[in-house]
């Protein structure tokens, strides 16, 4: 069973900058993609990036522009680079991985809180 696990959350203000890490148990090789969702108190996880296998990128209208995913194979790890932060980010983010195009989104992490906050 392959463990997912986030970090570098954290309390940041307004345009400030954050780079969440998404550390898997083995190798990440054979995932067709890993992305990044997110989630409010009360609300339902939204999507906010993702990246397959071959390196295509997809991004949320929110957050195109300010936010960069990117996969390290060697380090077995997905990035989110989040730029220009707004209060409007804050929220619990979360790590996923599929085994197929399906979007069955087969694994995910723990999470890792936002604050986006002066």
């Known amino acids: 069973q392959v463990q997912l696990v986030e970090s570098g959350g954290g309390l940041v203000q307004p345009g400030g900058s954050l780079r969440l890490s998404c550390a898997a148990s083995g190798s990440i090789d054979s995932f067709y993609a890993m992305g990044w969702y997110r989630q409010t108190p009360g609300a339902q996880r939204e999507s906010v990036a993702g990246i397959i296998s071959g390196g295509s990128t997809n991004y949320a209208d929110s957050v195109k522009g300010r936010f960069t995913i990117s996969r390290d194979n060697a380090k077995n790890t997905v990035y989110l680079q989040m730029n220009n932060l707004k209060p409007e980010d804050t929220a619990v983010y979360y790590c996923?991985?599929?085994?197929?195009?399906?979007?069955?989104?087969?694994?995910w992490g723990q999470g890792t809180q936002v604050t986006v906050s002066s």
């Open positions: 996923y991985a599929d085994n197929s195009p399906r979007k069955r989104r087969d694994y």
